[in-house]
């Protein structure tokens, strides 16, 4: 392949997984579906049902153009293989080309069939047809939406490819091609999973992602999962009319604290072991006087007379929970993304170590 034709391969390429896929920049360059079509798309707040079978539409069709618009670009990235006539271009060009206009085709049929009767087979609106009541239509279960969603008290969270929005009646998730809608009182809600993350890529902290599974008792509806920050779980519970049940495995922290004792205890499992004389018995923890000390500061960072940190020579006195909390104790609360960098003061002797300096017993 010549240089034009793969630097623009390259560069269609990293464009296209971006349109689909929208990272930060893009949202705030304004290269979205929901950017370049807002006239004709019209405002989420004030007619959410129909600003998003709008969307989902349009966003199927303008994705299924990216094989046609990189023919088209190829055209001129490779003119010498006469791409743009089909007479003399390559057969593999051919088939992609065929495949490139047949997605579109496919795409703009599916939408049609989805506008007909004023949008009322389109996903979202029959699955709101199934909470109407026999006397209304879908129409009327939209402008319920609509309203609640107008309001200011309802829990929203989530990237725009996975929007999580909880109003008084309604548990949505908003994805790129679909809206999954499930009224309150009629779902089961279970944490199926939980991942723990040292940290995140947009604080720099450590974060719990849970998934709870919303499955509908109204036949029809299909069943969705959604993603939140554990730290958000609080304020979804408090929105929720409905109990959300565990699973066995799974430890919800609702806390920066909790997040952090995780991650403490996660960081020191990879740090050197001390090995314990075998004269020396381990007493209680003087923090919990619960447990058995289980950790020693060993200064492991750095050589020994360099850096901030210093020697401590106390010994195997706290366990591993007390000596987190005492460390989180000793950060910034204003100050989260400093906690897993920072030095402090033994809570015996005052020498100054870091996480790297807290070695399991064994």
């Given at each position: 392949?010549?240089?034009?034709?793969?630097t623009?391969?390259?560069?269609y390429?990293?464009?296209a997984?971006?349109?689909?896929?929208?990272?930060?920049?893009?949202?705030?360059?304004?290269?979205?579906?929901q950017?370049l079509?807002?006239?004709?798309?019209?405002?989420e707040?004030?007619?959410?049902?129909?600003?998003h079978?709008?969307?989902t539409?349009?966003t199927?069709?303008?994705?299924?153009?990216?094989?046609l618009?990189?023919?088209?670009?190829m055209?001129?990235?490779?003119?010498?293989?006469q791409?743009?006539s089909?007479?003399?271009?390559?057969?593999?060009?051919?088939l992609?080309?065929?495949?490139?206009?047949?997605?579109?085709?496919?795409a703009?049929?599916?939408?049609?069939y989805?506008?007909?009767?004023?949008?009322?087979?389109?996903?979202?609106?029959?699955?709101?047809?199934?909470y109407?009541?026999?006397?209304?239509g879908?129409?009327?279960?939209?402008?319920?939406?609509?309203?609640?969603?107008?309001?200011?008290?309802?829990?929203?969270t989530?990237?725009?490819?996975?929007?999580?929005?909880?109003?008084?009646?309604?548990v949505?998730?908003?994805?790129?091609y679909?809206?999954?809608?499930?009224q309150?009182q009629?779902?089961?809600?279970?944490?199926t999973?939980?991942?723990?993350?040292?940290?995140s890529?947009?604080?720099n902290?450590p974060?719990?992602?849970?998934t709870?599974?919303?499955?509908?008792?109204?036949?029809?509806?299909?069943?969705?999962?959604?993603?939140?920050?554990?730290?958000?779980?609080?304020?979804?519970r408090e929105?929720?009319?409905?109990p959300?049940?565990?699973a066995?495995n799974?430890v919800?922290?609702?806390s920066?604290?909790?997040l952090?004792?995780?991650?403490?205890?996660s960081?020191?499992?990879?740090?050197?072991?001390y090995?314990?004389p075998?004269?020396?018995?381990?007493?209680?923890?003087?923090?919990?006087?619960?447990?058995?000390a289980?950790?020693?500061?060993?200064?492991?960072?750095?050589?020994t007379?360099?850096?901030?940190?210093q020697?401590c020579?106390?010994?195997?006195m706290?366990?591993?929970t007390?000596?987190?909390?005492?460390f989180?104790s000793?950060?910034?609360?204003?100050?989260?993304?400093?906690?897993?960098?920072?030095?402090?003061?033994c809570?015996?002797?005052?020498?100054?170590?870091?996480?790297?300096?807290?070695?399991?017993?064994r």
């Amino acid at each position: 392949m010549d240089s034009p034709e793969v630097t623009f391969t390259l560069a269609y390429l990293v464009f296209a997984v971006c349109f689909v896929f929208t990272p930060t920049e893009f949202h705030s360059a304004g290269l979205t579906v929901q950017n370049l079509l807002s006239g004709w798309l019209g405002s989420e707040d004030a007619a959410f049902v129909s600003y998003h079978l709008r969307r989902t539409s349009a966003t199927l069709l303008c994705h299924s153009l990216l094989p046609l618009g990189y023919y088209v670009g190829m055209c001129f990235a490779a003119s010498e293989k006469q791409l743009y006539s089909l007479g003399q271009a390559p057969e593999a060009w051919r088939l992609f080309l065929l495949l490139a206009v047949t997605l579109p085709t496919i795409a703009s049929t599916l939408i049609y069939y989805w506008s007909c009767d004023q949008w009322a087979c389109h996903p979202l609106a029959r699955t709101l047809a199934l909470y109407a009541l026999p006397q209304s239509g879908w129409r009327a279960v939209a402008s319920s939406v609509n309203t609640e969603f107008r309001r200011i008290d309802k829990f929203a969270t989530g990237a725009p490819g996975a929007r999580v929005i909880v109003t008084d009646t309604w548990v949505m998730k908003v994805t790129t091609y679909r809206v999954h809608v499930a009224q309150q009182q009629d779902v089961h809600l279970t944490v199926t999973e939980s991942q723990q993350h040292e940290l995140s890529p947009d604080s720099n902290l450590p974060v719990q992602l849970l998934t709870i599974h919303v499955a509908s008792a109204s036949p029809g509806v299909q069943a969705f999962d959604i993603r939140l920050n554990s730290t958000e779980y609080g304020e979804l519970r408090e929105k929720l009319r409905a109990p959300i049940r565990s699973a066995a495995n799974v430890v919800i922290h609702q806390s920066l604290g909790d997040l952090f004792l995780e991650t403490f205890a996660s960081l020191v499992e990879v740090n050197p072991a001390y090995s314990v004389p075998s004269s020396q018995e381990l007493e209680a923890c003087i923090g919990c006087m619960q447990t058995r000390a289980s950790v020693k500061l060993v200064k492991t960072c750095q050589e020994t007379a360099e850096g901030e940190c210093q020697q401590c020579y106390c010994r195997p006195m706290w366990c591993l929970t007390c000596m987190g909390k005492w460390f989180a104790s000793r950060q910034d609360p204003q100050r989260p993304d400093t906690w897993l960098a920072s030095r402090v003061p033994c809570p015996t002797c005052r020498a100054r170590f870091c996480i790297l300096d807290v070695c399991a017993v064994r």
